[in-house]
Every structure is written in structure tokens, then in C-alpha cells.
């Protein structure tokens, strides 16, 4: 049973647990921008709230997951007695939050555009709109 925790719990449950950490960060932090746009008062005020109050459902929802997941992971499974789990777990969880960093930066500062510039979200809405239309369809036929 170790060995299972070893090469199947720890490699799935090290990234899972950086990602939901870092939502939670994501989610913690743009709420702050989203209360700092509400206070500095350029952007409709509706926008703000809409945005304090998905921040927030998005904090509690990706902190009940990690509680949950852990819980599952450590009462259930067992994982966390052993020092190679552990050390699999840290491995694999640094290397994935490094690969998520970049976009955490990015939806940080879209967030921050959203929150203090007027009609941005709009804007980000046709650029999205735009985007989809010049693709190409892609056909489930075989060109023979």
C-alpha cells in the first residue's frame, strides 16, 4: 500500500493541491483589486460587486475542495505517513506551481484592467467574440 501511495496518490495529489492553492490565491487577490476598483470608483459599481462576489464564491469553493481533497488523501488513502510520499508530493507540487505562475500573472493583471478601466470588460468580451469568428471551422470530414 505504500508503494501505491508513493506512484499514484502523491504524483496526482501534489499538483491538484498547487493548483487549488493557487485559485485560492487568485481568487484572495482578485478580490483586493476588485475592492480597490470599487473604492477608487472609475468602473460601474455593479461591475465591482458581480466581481467581489464571484471572488469570494471562488475562495470558499477552492477552499473547501483542498480541505476535502486532504482529507480524502490523508484519512482515506493514508498519504502524508511516509517521507517518500511527502517528498514526491513537494517535488511535483513546486514543479506545477511554477508552471502555473505565468498565468496567475496574467489573469492577475486582466483582472485589474477589469476592475479600474471603464468598458474593459467589454472590450475583452469582442476581442473574444472577434478571435472565435477568424478561426478557421474545423470539419470532421476526410479530404480525400
Known amino acids: 500500500m505504500k508503494w501505491v501511495r508513493v506512484l499514484l496518490v502523491a504524483p496526482i495529489w501534489g499538483p491538484l493541491a498547487a493548483r487549488l492553492v493557487l485559485q485560492m490565491f487568485l481568487a484572495f487577490a482578485n478580490f483586493l483589486l476588485a475592492v480597490a476598483g470599487l473604492v477608487a470608483g472609475r468602473v460601474e459599481r455593479r461591475i465591482n460587486d458581480m466581481a467581489i462576489g464571484t471572488h469570494v464564491l471562488s475562495f470558499l469553493l477552492f477552499g473547501t475542495l483542498l480541505y476535502l481533497l486532504h482529507w480524502f488523501a ?19 507540487g513546486s514543479l506545477a506551481t511554477v508552471m502555473y505562475i505565468p498565468e496567475v500573472w496574467l489573469k492577475l493583471r486582466v483582472s485589474k484592467r477589469q476592475s479600474f478601466v471603464p468598458g474593459a470588460i467589454e472590450e475583452d468580451i469582442w476581442r473574444r467574440k472577434a478571435r472565435a469568428c477568424l478561426k478557421p471551422e474545423r470539419s470532421n470530414e476526410i479530404d480525400g
Do not use: A, K, Q, R
Open 74 to 92: 490523508s484519512s482515506l488513502l493514508g498519504f502524508g505517513y511516509s517521507s517518500l510520499g511527502g517528498i514526491v508530493f513537494w517535488i511535483l
